[in-house]
């Protein structure tokens, strides 16, 4: 960690010091251990962000082999950045250990997490600290100075947590963060009791996490002011939409209204009315807003509170304000909960941008709050048909009509808006090798909540074998599973996947008149354990039209390690089955 | 009623004369949309030399950004560091209409350190900013000034700084008093070009219009080979209290060579450390690789760009000291070791990559960016990257090779050529064995080294821990579903670059099947290159960096209880960008394959396109040809 630099905190002239930065480097030579140490000369101090600095430094003498040493200390007033020590890396620790004092007037929530054990030893002593209070004479003799001396005496409880022989985490597709799975230990500030004071909460229950936020000038209390939303909510009556269609209608006003500047937070920057009229905002500001608009409609609205998927996973036992990074909406209507992101134009109603797909968020309310799911409201859906036909120069022509549906139709819909519309047959080329499309259609694009349907004529230029009177090949020439993700024998931690999947595909192939299909591979069947997965595989021939028909579906987002083996096979059952051949005999 | 006139120049400056506002996106010819994501309106940029060391550069740049591809094209990134400032910043936000949206100020730009995370120690910062809008298109405008106290060289201009964009108008203006020479040169474009003197100062000028975008395409020659491209360069320079010039080749390299003058003295300890590890070697190269592994086993690289940090070397003996610095510091310090044993060698300036010396009788600071050493041997000389620790000795990959270089020598700079890899060098060997069993499996055995700049492909994969390389094997076979028994990978260096793979296992779903036939595919063995993206109708000359030849030979034995019952044809066909046969050999239950894919260094021109791709997806079919089994 040492290696990338030293963080520490600061606003303004308050800043946390990084003090007695020792760094060594070890070597053997010719038998001998050489020491090399850091320069002070080659430490430097960098900003690295408005409140974050770092303290770098280039080790002397690393090489292969090296053994290296660093120490330094982090002195910091902000008590709420006791930091978090991670007992696991991307390359393997022998041994990490961490050991933390706490004076008992400070009290942390301590949570640990990842899938390594560690060890932890707990012991407390008493300890002494003299504060000297010196009055300063306001006369202009400078001689007499009024002092006075108090001694506390307080307990200081240590933790000690232990780790040996750590594996490396290895980075991977399939993970959200490798920070959920990392062992570490985390503390959250939750109150402080000073001698002859009332205890001073920061958080200690999700109900006090609710209050706080109902109480912040930039969550809950901002979400009162909404005059500047009278007009909005007068145009919205005026439409004479009603329930979802209104909350729908207003969804969308705030999302063309305004721009999101791609931060995550879930404080407003300044106050809701300046985002309005600015037109652009962080998701707070953008999301506060819309609740605040479908509470001036009269419909029951609440902030929910979340973690990004990027920031890690938040812990239901382990009640944690700083962990939530983000804010959307939700409404109840007619007793069903729908949530709403008016950060990103193509989100729908209960369909979140990717970076909200995160277990669970918080909703914050006049109660007490509670838990919301965030995933598998939506799944990823594509019905494809192809109808094809084959000519004697083994070419395929034909159609493709694709169609797609929830998180299917919400990509395809970025990915094309990125382009635009008329630059786009390019890049669907690059999807589909060896074949040129033209008259590329495209319906639905702006009409987000419906389908979104791609329509196009291919021509692929194919390589079937040949003998001298039959020809093979795979009917699998647009096959949605490509390839096995999953190369890997064994797998430590879950796969993790955005949304459930279900991918419907029809391909009609027409053969010249004179050819004669005399081996088909036969339909099939895999399923995953408690209907996680199914794939069917249908194929049958009508004269010289061959028919196939697949459904390929997960059902599930998340797979646990236990489940790896059979999520792999079954790809691998998938794949292999697309490359059974067709035997075609040439008259 | 002076006001009121400066009123009415504004307004006019935003209006056009059809009533449209300027930046009304409406008003951008479709010739200039098409292949674009975003246009560049006006982009102005004047240089004023006040003397040696002083410039003020202003910039005035309006683009609109046609579709979120081009939303990098709405940032603002401006450089600087210890020996500029940033005097005046802004920005104006359009919409389609023109109509003003926002005005940014700095202090909503963002400033921080540029390059952070491979740079150790920069003074290099950056100012940046990125407007917070998603509906498209929109405009937005950027005007800034930058005083700088002392610069090598001017940055080269290119006013179509990147692909999928269109420039409407374009300028560049420097202005120098009439005794501090600029140089200049234009490349891909006819610039509309003015110079006018006055008053002991020189004024030039160069305008581009209506500059159609370009589509980025695979296998693409460098921007400075195709797009617009001005470069400049003042023939004499002052920067961090030293004074050089760009007059010469000669010249800059005078400079360099004071610049790093006194810099070689090492500790009397690490002398004679260096003679008693050379002194029992006779031979005089022995002697500069023994150095050089000294040096690698010593050091690592570490960037450094601190002021003149950026083009003087460190000291020698800072180096010895820390075991690190960066490709001056490294070249310097290796120098300086064979110095000691009275082996002379040059600091050698040239540009890595696509970054190299292509104006030889124009010199200027852009055509350069890295370091390396040369030692000429009485009999050979030899070429040293010194920036990494397992480079093998001598060899300076594809991103130095077949280049200029600017030997730095007590007399000033010489260009010289380094050493080109020929094609049929660069050449990978594989020899395949793989049992065919019943059921879908295969049993496989592969050797597979690859030489001189083919080494590059597998250099990194050397020194990686072995579960990377499992993984790296695991895609080898793409889904042949593999499971790896044994591997290893190894570097067999010596007098050129080697390095060499080994595994066994077994591939669980190798071949397919339909009713009582088996095909098997053994393409999937054959290592291939991404060709297959080169489209007939691509508007770019085709660049092939380096040249290479794969050479590979499958052994593939069948079951017992099957027949062949088709094999491929064997085939043997040319193009002018290589060279590909295979054959099939069968004996009794075995066939062998013999493969050669050579490919041939250079650019072809659009008109080869069509003979090219032909190739292309002749090999393609060819790979893909299967061999069909029959049971018995």
Redesign the interface.
């Known amino acids: 960690m040492a290696l990338n630099g030293v963080p520490y905190y600061a606003e303004g002239k308050d800043e946390e010091k990084v003090t007695d930065i020792k760094a060594v480097s070890y070597n053997l030579e010719n038998g001998k251990i050489v020491k090399s140490k850091l320069d002070k000369d080659n430490i430097i101090k960098e900003k690295t962000s408005e409140n974050w600095y770092k303290i770098k430094f280039a080790l002397p003498n690393v090489k292969e082999g090296t053994i290296i040493e660093v120490k330094y200390s982090i002195i910091s007033d902000y008590i709420f950045n006791l930091r978090e020590w991670a007992f696991q890396s991307t390359i393997p620790i022998l041994e990490s250990a961490y050991k933390v004092w706490i004076p008992e007037y400070f009290f942390y929530n301590q949570t640990q997490k990842g899938y390594f054990p560690i060890t932890t030893e707990k012991d407390s002593k008493f300890t002494k600290l003299t504060l000297t209070y010196i009055q300063e004479d306001m006369s202009m003799s400078r001689k007499g100075h009024a002092s006075s001396s108090n001694t506390f005496e307080y307990r200081e409880d240590m933790f000690f947590y232990r780790a040996k022989d750590v594996k490396a985490f290895p980075d991977d597709e399939y993970v959200k963060t490798i920070d959920n799975f990392l062992t570490k230990i985390e503390f959250e500030l939750n109150h402080t009791k000073y001698p002859n004071q009332p205890i001073e909460n920061y958080t200690s229950t999700w109900e006090s996490v609710n209050e706080k936020l109902m109480d912040n000038e930039y969550f809950g209390k901002a979400l009162k002011s909404g005059g500047h939303l009278d007009d909005a909510t007068a145009q919205l009556k005026q439409s004479g939409l009603t329930g979802i269609s209104l909350v729908n209608a207003a969804f969308g006003m705030v999302k063309s209204k305004m721009a999101w500047n791609s931060i995550n937070s879930k404080y407003v920057e300044n106050s809701l009315r300046k985002a309005w009229k600015d037109g652009a905002g962080n998701c707070a500001d953008i999301n506060l807003n819309l609740v605040a608009l479908l509470r001036q409609l009269g419909f029951s609205s609440n902030p929910v509170i979340l973690s990004t998927r990027n920031n890690g996973i938040i812990h239901p036992a382990h009640p944690s304000m700083s962990r939530f990074n983000y804010v959307i909406a939700l409404v109840n209507l007619d007793g069903k909960q729908y949530l709403l992101d008016a950060t990103d134009p193509n989100a729908e109603i209960n369909l979140l941008p990717v970076r909200c797909l995160n277990d669970k968020g918080r909703i914050v309310n006049e109660v007490k709050g509670d838990w919301i799911n965030l995933m598998d409201y939506k799944p990823y859906i594509l019905n494809s048909r192809y109808e094809l036909t084959l000519d004697d120069a083994l070419n395929l022509k034909g159609k493709a009509l694709l169609q797609f549906k929830d998180y299917g139709a919400y990509s395809y819909r970025k990915d094309i808006k990125k382009v635009g519309e008329a630059d786009y047959l390019k890049e669907m080329e690059n999807e589909y090798k060896n074949t040129t499309l033209e008259n590329l259609t495209i319906n639905g694009l702006d009409s987000v909540n419906k389908l979104l349907s791609i329509n196009f004529d291919l021509t692929k230029k194919t390589n079937i074998n040949k003998t001298d009177s039959l020809i093979f090949f795979s009917p699998a020439f647009f096959a949605y599973v490509e390839n096995n993700p999953f190369k890997a024998e064994t797998r430590e931690y879950p796969v993790e996947m955005k949304y459930p999947y279900t991918i419907y595909q029809t391909n009609v192939i027409t053969l010249p008149e004179n050819y004669k299909v005399v081996e088909l591979p036969k339909s099939y069947m895999a399923k995953l354990p408690d209907n996680k997965g199914k794939y069917t595989y249908m194929v049958n021939v009508n004269g010289n039209v061959i028919n196939t028909s697949i459904i390929f579906q997960l059902n599930a987002s998340l797979f646990l390690p236990e489940e790896y083996k059979n999520l792999r096979s079954f790809y691998q059952t998938i794949v292999d089955k697309q490359n059974e051949m067709i035997t075609v005999k040439v008259n | 009623m002076k006001h009121v006139v400066f009123t009415l120049l504004l307004s006019c400056s935003f209006f056009s004369v059809f009533g449209q506002l300027t930046y009304s996106v409406d008003i951008i010819p479709d010739s200039l949309k098409a292949?674009a994501?975003a246009v560049v309106r006006e982009f102005d940029i004047s240089y004023e030399r006040l003397n040696l060391s002083d410039y003020v550069k202003k910039v005035h740049i309006v683009t609109t950004i046609?579709?979120?591809?081009g939303k990098n094209n709405a940032a603002l990134v401006i450089y600087y560091d210890n020996n500029s400032d940033i005097t005046e910043v802004n920005g104006n936000v359009f919409d389609r209409n023109g109509f003003i949206?926002?005005k940014v100020k700095r202090k909503e730009m963002r400033?921080?350190?540029a390059f952070?995370n491979y740079i150790?120690?920069s003074d290099n910062r950056a100012l940046t900013f990125?407007p917070?809008?998603?509906?498209y298109p929109f405009t937005i405008e950027y005007n800034y000034t930058v005083k700088y106290k002392g610069a090598v060289g001017i940055e080269t201009w290119e006013p179509q700084y990147s692909y999928s964009l269109s420039v409407q108008a374009a300028s560049i203006r420097y202005k120098t008093p009439s005794n501090l020479e600029l140089k200049y040169l234009p490349l891909n474009y006819n610039f509309d070009f003015t110079k006018n003197e006055s008053n002991a100062e020189i004024e030039y000028g160069w305008k581009v219009k209506n500059l159609k975008a370009v589509k980025k395409e695979p296998f693409m020659p460098t921007s400075i080979e195709v797009l617009p491209t001005l470069l400049l360069t003042p023939s004499r320079f002052s920067y961090e209290r030293t004074e050089g010039d760009f007059s010469s080749w000669e010249n800059f390299g005078k400079w360099i060579y004071t610049l790093n003058k006194g810099r070689e003295e090492l500790p009397v300890e690490t002398m004679n450390k260096i003679k008693a590890l050379t002194n029992p070697i006779a031979d005089k190269k022995e002697k500069v690789k023994a150095v050089y592994r000294y040096m690698q086993?010593?050091?690592?690289y570490?960037c450094v760009s601190v002021g003149i940090g950026g083009l003087q070397t460190a000291k020698a003996s800072e180096v010895d000291?820390?075991?690190?610095g960066d490709c001056k510091a490294l070249s310097n310090y290796t120098k300086a070791l064979l110095n000691c044993i009275g082996i002379k060698s040059y600091y050698t300036v040239i540009g890595n990559g696509n970054c190299q010396i292509r104006f030889t009788d124009f010199p200027s600071g852009g055509q350069t960016n890295h370091i390396i050493l040369c030692v000429p041997l009485e009999t050979d000389t030899i070429w040293l990257e010194c920036t990494s620790?397992k480079m093998p000795f001598g060899f300076i990959g594809s991103d130095n090779s077949n280049r200029f270089a600017l030997l730095i020598t007590e007399e000033g700079g010489k260009l010289v050529r380094t050493p080109t890899y020929a094609d049929s060098t660069n050449l990978s060997t594989a020899n395949t064995k793989l049992k065919v069993n019943a059921d879908?499996s295969a049993d496989f055995q592969i050797k597979r080294t690859y030489s001189n700049l083919a080494y590059e492909w597998i250099f990194p994969l050397l020194y990686q821990s072995s579960?990377e390389q499992k993984?790296y094997l695991?895609?080898y076979f793409?889904?042949a579903?593999?499971?790896i028994n044994t591997f290893s990978f190894k570097d067999l260096s010596g007098v050129s670059a080697n390095g060499v793979m080994e595994a066994s296992g077994r591939l669980?779903?190798f071949t397919?099947?339909?009713?009582n036939?088996v095909?098997i595919n053994p393409a999937i063995v054959f290592r291939r290159n991404n060709f297959?993206e080169i489209k007939k109708s691509r508007k770019q000359p085709l660049f092939i960096e380096y040249g290479y030849a794969y050479n590979d030979t499958l052994n593939i034995a069948i079951p017992d209880n099957c027949i062949i019952?088709?094999k491929p044809a064997d085939l043997s066909f040319k193009s002018s960008l290589g060279e590909y046969s295979i054959r099939y050999e069968n004996v009794g239950q075995k066939i062998n394959i013999i493969r050669r894919f050579y490919c041939i260094s250079g650019t072809y021109s659009t008109n080869q396109l069509g003979e090219i791709v032909s190739f292309i997806?002749k090999i393609?079919?060819a790979d893909?040809?299967?061999i069909?089994l029959k049971n018995k």
Do not use: C
């Open positions: 292949n994501n046609l579709n979120e591809k949206t926002k400033d921080y350190a952070e150790m120690f990125l917070a809008i998603n509906m086993d010593k050091t690592r570490v000291k820390l075991g690190y620790q879908k579960k993984d695991l895609e793409a889904d579903n593999t499971t669980n779903s397919s099947t339909s009713g036939r095909f297959s019952e088709s997806e393609d079919n893909n040809d299967k069909v």
